[in-house]
């Protein structure tokens, strides 16, 4: 019996350490991801974030966007 949970522990652990590493990766690659989305909606217009926002479904939560500044003059990209 003693061998039988050696061996199903055994399994336990080296599975949870693959589990924490995909998890490790998912978090890196989600902080990099949110980087990129704060950047290109830091670099949109006003007018080119309103497009996107209404091709989303309307299902969809649309979280607050900050509007990025406006270039000298006023003009749109």
Do not use: C, W
Not at 15 to 43: F, G, Y
Not at 47 to 55: A, N, T, V, Y
């Amino acid at each position: 019996m003693d061998l039988v949970k050696n061996h199903l522990m055994y399994a336990v652990r080296e599975e949870v350490e693959i589990l924490k590493e995909q998890i490790r990766e998912l978090v890196e690659k989600n902080s990099q991801l949110e980087r990129e989305n704060t950047l290109l909606k830091t670099l949109a217009s006003p007018e080119q974030l309103e497009k996107f926002q209404s091709r989303l479904s309307p299902e969809e939560p649309v979280p607050e966007t900050p509007h990025a500044p406006e270039a000298p003059g006023g003009s749109a990209v």
